[in-house]
C-alpha cells in the first residue's frame, strides 16, 4: 500500500466524499468530550508556574523556602531540578530543536529570554494556594537590555540573547556569537541579469508581526512520576508521542517509562507540536509524590508558548510584457523569538514554489529576539513570504494591465515542473484551482465604492511519515480502528470512512479510537496535513490485511482454498455465491484460528503539496480606516476530500485565521518588552460577526500515492489570505500596504496620506 | 509458535526464573494504582442501587416518582428500563449463560430470587441523595415461598425458580419444569461390580457451604452513554472485552459502541468475569446524559455477587489390597444460586481425574436456589469434589495401612494415559509432586499431642484460548508491549520478562500495558489459570516478528540480505561481527521503514493440567474444638515459573483461601432467607495471623507447547486444600468429619461426641 504505483480507487464510493454524522460530535456538543482541564485523577495536586516580568534578565538567585513552607505547597521546582543535557538536536515529528533549548523553554535556568518565561512553580493542594505560593517566590533578576526587533536584533551591538550560537549557512563560519542561528539560501540562473532585462519589476518591502495560532483551549497536563521511575502524562496535544520523546529527553528517562494518554484537543494549528509543561508537572509530581496538573491561563498561553514568526521580506519580481516571469530576488528575516526554530527553511520552499521560474535567488535569516520562541502555525513560514510575493504579482499584473489570474495561470507549476527541492512535481492541481477560481461567479461579481478584490495563490508541502493504524473486529464483527494520530480536524471520521469503504460495512460500524503510546506503535504528529493521507494509508493497508485475514477464516469454514473466496460488500462469497457475513465469520474468529486484528506501521511516501487560490472582496471605510471582509471564497486542490464537510472546515478555518494575520493580529509590547496584548480582548481574533460565510470550492484532482487519491487540506488555506486581503485593500484604495496588519490606523493613513 | 511440537527453550535465561521488581508495585504500594473507586470523570453522578429484602417474591409494582422528584436526583431505572430479550446463550470467555439470566442478574423484572437481588437504581449528584433517592422507592412485594437447600429445592413440592427450566441430560426430556438445570454423567467399566470386589472401600457423604472470592475491592465500574449510542466503560474486572461482550448484548448494542477501559483489579479469582453494575450505569448515564459511577458496598458483594457453590457428595472408592484403585461411584449436587451457571462439568472432570481408574461413574447435579447465582471461584467446581475424594483415599490408606503418598503414586495419572475427556495426557507432572511432597521435610517432621497431618493432591485443568499481544519499540529501542489481559496475579512482570528474554534486552526496558477494547485485538479474560500460557504466546510470538523487523532493518542499514543478519543479545550482527544495537536502528526505524509494532492474535492451544500436592499440620484444641494450622507446603508442577514470587504467591494465595474453606467460611441465612453474615466481620475469611507462612515446592515439568515451558499455575492450588485439612483433623482427632466448615462447634462435637 505504501506504493506510488497509482493504484487509486477509481470508485464510486460508498463512504468517500459522504458526509455522515461526526462521531466525536454528540461527546464534544453535549460538554462529555474530556479535554485537558476536565481529567483529574485521584489524589491530584494543582500545579501553578513563576514566570518572568522581563524581557531580558539573568537570575542571580531563588529563593523558593517561604513558598515552600506555606501550608498545602507539597513541591517546588525551579530550573536547578532539570537534568544537565548536552547539547543535542533532537526530532519528534514537526518538533526539532536542540534539547537544552526546549528544556529552557520549559523553566529557564540562568537567564530568562522573554517576558512569561517560566523561572519556578509549585504543587499544592489547591489552585489558591498554589498561587499564593508563586508570590512567596523571590527571585533576584539582574535586568539586562533587551531586543524586540529583528532587524536591531542582528545590529553587532545588539544584545545578545545566547553566548553559543553562531550563524549556520555562512562562509566562512563566524568567530562572534549573534542572534542570528541561521541563514539559508537558494539560487538558480542570474535572477539580477533577469530583472535587468525584465519588462516590468514588482519591488517592495513587507513586514508582518508575531501572531498567535489561538486554540480555544490553552494548555494542560497532569503527570505522575512514580519512584520507581515509571509515569504517565495526560495531555492535549498535536502528538502524544512527542511529548513522550521531548519529555523523555529532557529529563533523560527512557521512553517505555512515560506511557502518555492523549485527551481531547481544542485546537492546535501547529502550536501543540512540543512540550512546555510536561517536564515541569512530571519533577513536581515527582518531588510531590502524587499526580500533578499543570494548566495556562490566556495570558501565560500568549506569553509562554509559540507564536508565529514576524518577518521583514524584499524582494522584486520581474515580468516579460506577456506576463512571463523572468527573475526574482527575495531577502527575509523571520523573527524567530528566543529560540531557534528552524523557521527559514519553508519560507525558502513556499515563496516561490507555485511558479516556474528559471531565475531565482532567495536568501532567508533567522533571528532571535526577546520573545517567546515560535513555533509552528498552519503551513509555518509560508504566509509570510506568500504575502510578499502575491502582493508583488498583483502589482505586476497591473502594471503590465495582466488579468490577475491569467498571469499566475501563465507561470503555475504543472506536473512534472521542478520543486524548489529540484524533484519534479506529481499530480498537483494548481492550474485547476486558478481556473476554478475563474470560473466562480464572485471572480466576475459586481463590486460597489470603496469595495475592491483581491486574488493570491498558493501553496503547502504537506507531509507523510510514520503512523501506525491498527484494525480489528468484536466479536459481532464491529469494526475498530485505532491511531496514534490525535484526532484534531476530523481524522476519526475520516479514519472511519476508509476503514468502511476498504471493509464494506457501514460507516457506523466503525469506531475509532485515538490510542495512548504504549497500545500503538509510533506515530508523528497530527500536522503538517499528514494524517489522512499517512495515518489514513495505515488504516487502509491494516483493514486490507483484516480482509485477508476473513477470506482465510471464510474459507476455513468453508474448507476450501482461501484464494478461491472473494471478499465483496463486507462479505465472504465463496465460488458459488455462497456467502459469510463479517458478523458470522467474526463471531466464530477468536476461538477457531484467534481475534482478528492487524497492526501496520509505515512512513508513508507519496505525498503531494497542497494547492489554493483565494478570492476576497473588502469594503474600506474611508472616514476610519475599517476593512470589512464582504465575501470571501476558497479554492483548493484537496486531492479527494474523504469527508468534504471537514475538508470545508479546514478551508473555512485558514481562511478565518489568515484573515485575521491580515487586518487584526500582532504582538505588542511595551517599552520593557511586556507584552500588552495577552488576551482575547486585547488581542483581536475575527470572530463570527467579523466575518462572511467563507465559500469553498474544492478541486478533486487525486493523489495516486493513496488509495483513495488523498492530498493534506489543513494548512494551504491560511497561506495566500493574508496577500488575497492585501490586494483586495489596495484594488479598493489604489494603495499597497506592505504592513500587516491592515489596521484601521494604517489604512486610514495610507488613504488620506 | 502456536504449534505443539515442543520447541521449547531449553535456557540458560536471563530473565525467565528471576524474580525483578514488579512493574506495578510501586504505584500499588504508595496508592498510586488507579482502581475503580478511585476513578471519576468531570460531570459524573453517583449510582445506587436498590435491592430486595426478600429471598424470593414477585414484583407486582415499583413507584419510583417520590425518588425521581427527589432534587439532585437525575435517573431512575428500574428492570422494565432494560429491553427485552430473546432467550440466547452468550459466552464471553469463563462467563457464559442465557443472556435473559444474565440481564436479570443485573436487575429483576417480574420477580426477585435471593435476598440482595437488584430491583431498582438511581444516579444523583451525590452518593448521599442517591441513598436518600433508594428509600423513596416504593416496591410492591408479594412474597413466595423460598428455598436454600439443594436438596430441598430438587423435591417435586420445592418453590419454583423458574417457569421454563428443565433439566438437560436426562432421558425422557422432562415435561415439568423444575429447580434442576442440568444432569452430567460419566461413566467407564463397572463401577458397581468393582467396588463389590475390592478389598477396601471408603463411603462418604460430604458437604461443603456457599463461599465467596472475598476479593479486597467490591464491583465498581462508571459508565458513560452518549445520545449517539456511543458509550464508554470503565471497570476493573477479569476481562473488558467480557464486560463489553455481555454489556452489548444485555443492552441490544453494537461491542464496537462501547469502549471498555481496565482499571486496576483489586483480585477476582473467578468472581469477576461477569458483569452485575455494566447495564445498569449504562441505563442511568443514557438518561441523566452525564456519566454515572456504581459501587457496590461490602454488603452488596455477599448478597448479589457470585459465591462458589455448595455442595453434597456422595461417594464410595475401593480399592485392591495393594492400595491400587479399582472403583468409584460418586453423585454430587451442585447449589448453583439464582440461576443455571454450568457448574457441574467441571466437577465431573475434576473429581478422579489425577487418578488412573478403569471402573468409574460419575453422575452430577446442578440446583437452583433462592440464593445469588454462583460464579467462579478458583478452580470452579473442582475443591468440591476434590474434598470428597481424597478425604476418602485418605480413609482407604487407613484402612489399607498404606501411606497417603505412597497410595497416590500407585494409581497417579503420568503422560499419556487417558483423561477423563478421552484425550491423553501431555507432560504432567503429579507424580513428581507427590514424590517432591516426600522428600519434604515437612512430610517427616515429628507432632505433638492433638497434633494431625494431612495430605491431598489435585488438578485444575487450566487452559489456553484467544489473546492478543503487541509488541513495539519507541524511538529510543525501548519496548513497549501491550496486552488484552488485566494483571492480576503478575502478567505485567511475566510479560515483560518474556518479552525482555525473547527480544534480549534487560526486563527494565520492557514496560506493560493493559489495552482497552478499542486499542487491542480481543483477549479472554484473565482467569483459567490461562494469561501468562495464551497471551504470553501472543507477546512471544509478536516480540519474534519485531525481531524479523529489526534484522531487515539492520540488513537495510547495511545493505546486506536480512537473513544474513543475526539477533542475539539485543543487537543485529552481521556476518562480519559489526553490531547494530536495538536503540540504534530504533531510531532510524519511524522515518525510514516506518514504526517497528507487531500484533499477533491467537486461539492458544497446548496447555497442559496443573497438579499439586498439599500437606497441612493442625492442632485441634479439644477444649474448644478451635483448629490450628501449625505449618502448611504446597507443591505443585508450575511448567516453569516466569516470575517465581508471583507463583509462589499463587500457590500460598490459593492455599490460604482453601484453609478458610475448609475451617471457617460459609453463607449463613435467618429463616427468611436473609443473609446473615453480609460483611467481613461475621464472614471469617482467615487473615495473616490465622496461617503459618506457607511454604511452597515450585516442581518444574515444562509444556512443551509454550516457548518458555510455561503451564497454568493460578487454580490448582486451591483444589487440595478441604481435604489436607480435613485429613489432618482426622488424624489429630480420629474423627472424619465431611461437612465443612470444620468450625469449632462442629470439631467439639466430633471429639466429645
Same mark, same amino acid.
Given at each position: =500500500?505504501?506504493?506510488?504505483?497509482?493504484?487509486?480507487?477509481?470508485?464510486?464510493?460508498?463512504?468517500?466524499?459522504?458526509?455522515? /454524522?461526526?462521531?466525536?460530535?454528540?461527546?464534544?456538543?453535549?460538554?462529555?468530550?474530556?479535554?485537558?482541564?476536565?481529567?483529574? $485523577?485521584?489524589?491530584?495536586?494543582?500545579?501553578?508556574?513563576?514566570?518572568?516580568?522581563?524581557?531580558?534578565?539573568?537570575?542571580?538567585?531563588?529563593?523558593?523556602?517561604?513558598?515552600?513552607?506555606?501550608?498545602?505547597?507539597?513541591?517546588?521546582?525551579?530550573?536547578?531540578?532539570?537534568?544537565?543535557?548536552?547539547?543535542?538536536?533532537?526530532?519528534?515529528?514537526?518538533?526539532?530543536?536542540?534539547?537544552?533549548?526546549?528544556?529552557?523553554?520549559?523553566?529557564?535556568?540562568?537567564?530568562?529570554?522573554?517576558?512569561?518565561?517560566?523561572?519556578?512553580?509549585?504543587?499544592?493542594?489547591?489552585?489558591?494556594?498554589?498561587?499564593?505560593?508563586?508570590?512567596?517566590?523571590?527571585?533576584?533578576?539582574?535586568?539586562?537590555?533587551?531586543?524586540?526587533?529583528?532587524?536591531?536584533?542582528?545590529?553587532?551591538?545588539?544584545?545578545?540573547?545566547?553566548?553559543?550560537?553562531?550563524?549556520?549557512?555562512?562562509?566562512?563560519?563566524?568567530?562572534?556569537?549573534?542572534?542570528?542561528?541561521?541563514?539559508?539560501?537558494?539560487?538558480?540562473?542570474?535572477?539580477?541579469?533577469?530583472?535587468?532585462?525584465?519588462?516590468?519589476?514588482?519591488?517592495?518591502?513587507?513586514?508582518?508581526?508575531?501572531?498567535?495560532?489561538?486554540?480555544?483551549?490553552?494548555?494542560?497536563?497532569?503527570?505522575?512520576?512514580?519512584?520507581?521511575?515509571?509515569?504517565?502524562?495526560?495531555?492535549?496535544?498535536?502528538?502524544?508521542?512527542?511529548?513522550?520523546?521531548?519529555?523523555?529527553?529532557?529529563?533523560? =528517562?527512557?521512553?517505555?517509562?512515560?506511557?502518555?494518554?492523549?485527551?481531547?484537543?481544542?485546537?492546535?494549528?501547529?502550536?501543540?507540536?512540543?512540550?512546555?509543561?510536561?517536564?515541569?508537572? =512530571?519533577?513536581?509530581?515527582?518531588?510531590a509524590g502524587r499526580p500533578v496538573r499543570l494548566a495556562m491561563s490566556r495570558g501565560e498561553v500568549f506569553r509562554a508558548t509559540g507564536p508565529a514568526p514576524g518577518a521583514v521580506i524584499e524582494l522584486r519580481i520581474g515580468a516579460a510584457a506577456d506576463g512571463?516571469?523572468?527573475?526574482?530576488?527575495?531577502?527575509?528575516?523571520?523573527?524567530?523569538?528566543?529560540?531557534?526554530?528552524?523557521?527559514?527553511?519553508?519560507?525558502?520552499?513556499?515563496?516561490?514554489?507555485?511558479?516556474?521560474?528559471?531565475?531565482?535567488?532567495?536568501?532567508?535569516?533567522?533571528?532571535?529576539?526577546?520573545?517567546?520562541?515560535?513555533?509552528?502555525?498552519?503551513?509555518?513560514?509560508?504566509?509570510? /513570504?506568500?504575502?510578499?510575493?502575491?502582493?508583488?504579482?498583483?502589482?505586476?499584473?497591473?502594471?503590465?494591465?495582466?488579468?490577475?489570474?491569467?498571469?499566475?495561470?501563465?507561470?503555475?507549476?504543472?506536473?512534472?515542473?521542478?520543486?524548489?527541492?529540484?524533484?519534479?512535481?506529481?499530480?498537483?492541481?494548481?492550474?485547476?484551482?486558478?481556473?476554478?477560481?475563474?470560473?466562480?461567479?464572485?471572480?466576475?461579481?459586481?463590486?460597489?465604492?470603496?469595495?475592491?478584490?483581491?486574488?493570491?495563490?498558493?501553496?503547502?508541502?504537506?507531509?507523510?511519515?510514520?503512523?501506525?493504524?491498527? $484494525?480489528?473486529?468484536?466479536?459481532?464483527?464491529?469494526?475498530?480502528?485505532?491511531?496514534?494520530?490525535?484526532?484534531?480536524?476530523?481524522?476519526?471520521?475520516?479514519?472511519?470512512?476508509?476503514?468502511?469503504?476498504?471493509?464494506?460495512?457501514?460507516?457506523?460500524?466503525?469506531?475509532?479510537?485515538?490510542?495512548?503510546?504504549?497500545?500503538?506503535?509510533?506515530?508523528?504528529?497530527?500536522?503538517?496535513?499528514?494524517?489522512?493521507?499517512?495515518?489514513?494509508?495505515?488504516?487502509?493497508?491494516?483493514?486490507?490485511?483484516?480482509?485477508?485475514?476473513?477470506?482465510?477464516?471464510?474459507?476455513?469454514?468453508?474448507?476450501?482454498?482461501?484464494?478461491? /473466496?472473494?471478499?465483496?460488500?463486507?462479505?465472504?462469497?465463496?465460488?458459488?455465491?455462497?456467502?459469510?457475513?463479517?458478523?458470522?465469520?467474526?463471531?466464530?474468529?477468536?476461538?477457531?484460528?484467534?481475534?482478528?486484528?492487524?497492526?501496520?506501521?509505515?512512513?508513508?511516501?507519496?505525498?503531494?503539496?497542497?494547492?489554493?487560490?483565494?478570492?476576497?472582496?473588502?469594503?474600506?471605510?474611508?472616514?476610519?480606516?475599517?476593512?470589512?471582509?464582504?465575501?470571501?471564497?476558497?479554492?483548493?486542490?484537496?486531492?479527494?476530500?474523504?469527508?468534504?464537510?471537514?475538508?470545508?472546515?479546514?478551508?473555512?478555518?485558514?481562511?478565518?485565521?489568515?484573515?485575521?494575520?491580515?487586518?487584526?493580529?500582532?504582538?505588542?509590547?511595551?517599552?520593557?518588552?511586556?507584552?500588552?496584548?495577552?488576551?482575547?480582548?486585547?488581542?483581536?481574533?475575527?470572530?463570527?460577526?467579523?466575518?462572511?460565510?467563507?465559500?469553498?470550492? =474544492?478541486?478533486?484532482?487525486?493523489?495516486?500515492?493513496?488509495?483513495?487519491?488523498?492530498?493534506?487540506?489543513?494548512?494551504?488555506?491560511?497561506?495566500?489570505?493574508?496577500?488575497?486581503?492585501?490586494?483586495?485593500?489596495?484594488?479598493?484604495?489604489?494603495?499597497?500596504?506592505?504592513?500587516?496588519?491592515?489596521?484601521?490606523?494604517?489604512?486610514?493613513?495610507?488613504?488620506?496620506?
Open positions: =500500500m505504501n506504493d506510488l504505483s497509482g493504484k487509486i480507487a477509481p470508485g464510486p464510493f460508498h463512504h468517500v466524499g459522504t458526509r455522515p /454524522v461526526r462521531p466525536d460530535g454528540v461527546e464534544k456538543v453535549t460538554g462529555k468530550a474530556v479535554f485537558g482541564p476536565d481529567f483529574s $485523577v485521584a489524589g491530584m495536586l494543582y500545579g501553578a508556574i513563576l514566570r518572568s516580568p522581563h524581557a531580558h534578565a539573568r537570575i542571580r538567585g531563588i529563593d523558593t523556602r517561604k513558598a515552600a513552607a506555606l501550608p498545602g505547597v507539597k513541591a517546588v521546582v525551579t530550573g536547578a531540578d532539570f537534568p544537565d543535557l548536552e547539547s543535542l538536536t533532537v526530532s519528534a515529528g514537526e518538533s526539532s530543536g536542540d534539547i537544552i533549548h526546549i528544556s529552557r523553554t520549559c523553566m529557564a535556568h540562568e537567564k530568562v529570554l522573554y517576558d512569561g518565561h517560566a523561572v519556578a512553580a509549585v504543587a499544592a493542594t489547591s489552585a489558591r494556594i498554589a498561587q499564593e505560593a508563586l508570590a512567596l517566590i523571590a527571585v533576584d533578576y539582574e535586568v539586562l537590555p533587551h531586543v524586540l526587533d529583528p532587524e536591531a536584533a542582528m545590529r553587532d551591538d545588539a544584545p545578545l540573547l545566547h553566548d553559543g550560537i553562531f550563524t549556520k549557512g555562512i562562509e566562512p563560519a563566524p568567530e562572534r556569537p549573534s542572534n542570528v542561528p541561521m541563514k539559508v539560501a537558494l539560487a538558480r540562473g542570474d535572477a539580477a541579469a533577469a530583472l535587468a532585462g525584465a519588462a516590468a519589476v514588482a519591488a517592495g518591502r513587507y513586514t508582518t508581526e508575531f501572531v498567535h495560532q489561538g486554540y480555544i483551549e490553552p494548555h494542560v497536563c497532569v503527570a505522575s512520576w512514580n519512584a520507581d521511575g515509571q509515569a504517565q502524562i495526560w495531555a492535549s496535544s498535536q502528538g502524544h508521542f512527542s511529548i513522550r520523546a521531548l519529555t523523555a529527553s529532557v529529563l533523560g =528517562m527512557a521512553q517505555a517509562d512515560i506511557r502518555v494518554h492523549p485527551l481531547e484537543i481544542g485546537g492546535g494549528f501547529g502550536g501543540k507540536t512540543g512540550i512546555y509543561l510536561e517536564p515541569v508537572a =512530571m519533577l513536581l509530581s515527582r518531588k512571463t516571469l523572468v527573475g526574482a530576488e527575495i531577502d527575509f528575516i523571520y523573527n524567530a523569538g528566543a529560540y531557534p526554530g528552524n523557521t527559514a527553511h519553508s519560507g525558502l520552499i513556499c515563496a516561490l514554489g507555485h511558479y516556474r521560474l528559471a531565475n531565482a535567488r532567495i536568501t532567508g535569516w533567522e533571528v532571535l529576539t526577546n520573545r517567546p520562541a515560535v513555533k509552528a502555525y498552519r503551513a509555518p513560514g509560508a504566509p509570510q /513570504v506568500n504575502f510578499a510575493v502575491e502582493s508583488a504579482l498583483d502589482d505586476l499584473a497591473t502594471q503590465l494591465g495582466i488579468d490577475p489570474i491569467a498571469l499566475r495561470l501563465k507561470n503555475a507549476v504543472i506536473p512534472g515542473d521542478a520543486q524548489p527541492t529540484g524533484v519534479p512535481f506529481g499530480q498537483i492541481g494548481y492550474v485547476e484551482c486558478l481556473e476554478a477560481a475563474r470560473a466562480h461567479p464572485h471572480w466576475s461579481a459586481p463590486l460597489g465604492p470603496n469595495q475592491g478584490r483581491g486574488l493570491a495563490g498558493g501553496l503547502w508541502r504537506s507531509h507523510g511519515g510514520p503512523s501506525t493504524g491498527e $484494525v480489528g473486529l468484536a466479536e459481532d464483527g464491529t469494526g475498530l480502528v485505532a491511531a496514534g494520530s490525535p484526532d484534531i480536524g476530523g481524522s476519526r471520521a475520516s479514519m472511519a470512512i476508509m476503514a468502511a469503504e476498504t471493509l464494506g460495512v457501514p460507516y457506523e460500524q466503525v469506531r475509532v479510537t485515538i490510542a495512548d503510546t504504549h497500545s500503538i506503535g509510533y506515530s508523528m504528529v497530527t500536522g503538517g496535513s499528514r494524517t489522512t493521507f499517512a495515518t489514513g494509508k495505515a488504516v487502509i493497508e491494516a483493514a486490507e490485511q483484516v480482509i485477508a485475514t476473513l477470506r482465510q477464516r471464510a474459507a476455513a469454514m468453508w474448507n476450501v482454498a482461501a484464494d478461491t /473466496v472473494e471478499w465483496r460488500d463486507g462479505t465472504a462469497i465463496r465460488a458459488d455465491g455462497e456467502r459469510l457475513s463479517i458478523g458470522q465469520i467474526a463471531a466464530k474468529a477468536a476461538f477457531s484460528g484467534g481475534p482478528i486484528a492487524a497492526s501496520v506501521g509505515l512512513n508513508a511516501a507519496g505525498y503531494l503539496p497542497g494547492f489554493a487560490v483565494h478570492i476576497c472582496d473588502v469594503e474600506v471605510d474611508p472616514e476610519t480606516g475599517h476593512v470589512g471582509v464582504l465575501r470571501y471564497t476558497a479554492v483548493q486542490d484537496v486531492g479527494r476530500a474523504i469527508h468534504p464537510a471537514y475538508v470545508e472546515g479546514q478551508l473555512q478555518g485558514g481562511a478565518a485565521q489568515g484573515i485575521g494575520w491580515a487586518l487584526n493580529e500582532a504582538y505588542a509590547y511595551d517599552a520593557q518588552g511586556r507584552m500588552e496584548n495577552a488576551g482575547f480582548l486585547d488581542y483581536r481574533m475575527p470572530v463570527a460577526s467579523d466575518l462572511p460565510m467563507i465559500d469553498t470550492v =474544492m478541486v478533486e484532482v487525486p493523489n495516486p500515492a493513496h488509495p483513495y487519491g488523498v492530498k493534506g487540506v489543513g494548512e494551504a488555506p491560511i497561506v495566500p489570505p493574508l496577500a488575497a486581503v492585501a490586494n483586495a485593500v489596495r484594488a479598493a484604495t489604489g494603495k499597497r500596504l506592505p504592513d500587516l496588519p491592515l489596521t484601521p490606523d494604517r489604512v486610514h493613513a495610507a488613504v488620506h496620506g
